[in-house]
């Protein structure tokens, strides 16, 4: 199994730098790859890409979806995996990935906790165990078998937001989705950078459009209204709800 990991980036440096050598660091002894498809970072993120030893690939679109799309095109691996820059996936992932797909599972996940003592946010981590798809979303960090991914036409890229929850919703409709009982550990910024009530109430909002079948860029209109610090709607931009 050739695992390639990949990660969407738009200025990343610092999360990056702690993450490239953890994932290098507890992926040895396996077979593997680590894709940056970065949106022109202006802060030095492709410098931090090469200077890991990790392969760039430019995107010049500042859309997720386009960026995960462009790293699975790169990639050589019969099994993705899309990680986001601000998550960190347990030491065992690759171990985990490799067992779970000898198993027979084609798609999966994990669980995850903030790196917050938040009372709430240790409410809103404790669901992320539960299939709902309002419970699922890209801070989990998600693999899959390429075959499948390609089947499934990657991610659309019509949705500028919930580009994951759409392709989980198509997904499984012919796969089951796998939650892995290990917590991936997911940064709080945006709940530091806002309140915890305002960030519920922009996700609960954004994914009830979703299930009308709002058009992408009026949810993404509507979400980055509710956010009221500029560094959390510039950060938005590169990042799921969760």
Known sequence: MLLSIIIPTLNETEHLC?????????????????LVADAMSTDGTPEIVLEQGAHLVPCQLRNRAAQMNAGARAARGDVLYFVHADTVPPPSFARDIEAEIAAGTVMGCYRYRFDSPSRL???NAYFTRFQYLWCQGGDKTFFILRSAFEQMGGYNERFVVMEEYDFLRRAKKHYPLRILPKDALVSARKYEHNSWLRVQLANAGAFTLFRLGTEP????????????HPKAAAEASSSNIS
Do not use: H, M, S, T
Request: proline share 3%; with cysteine; charged share 30%.
């Open 217 to 228: 860029a009026r949810i993404k209109r509507f979400y980055y209204a509710c956010l009221k």
């Open 121 to 123: 946010l240790r409410i």
């Open 18 to 34: 702690r993450l490239l050598p953890y994932l290098r660091a507890n992926a040895q002894g396996y077979d593997f790859e680590i």
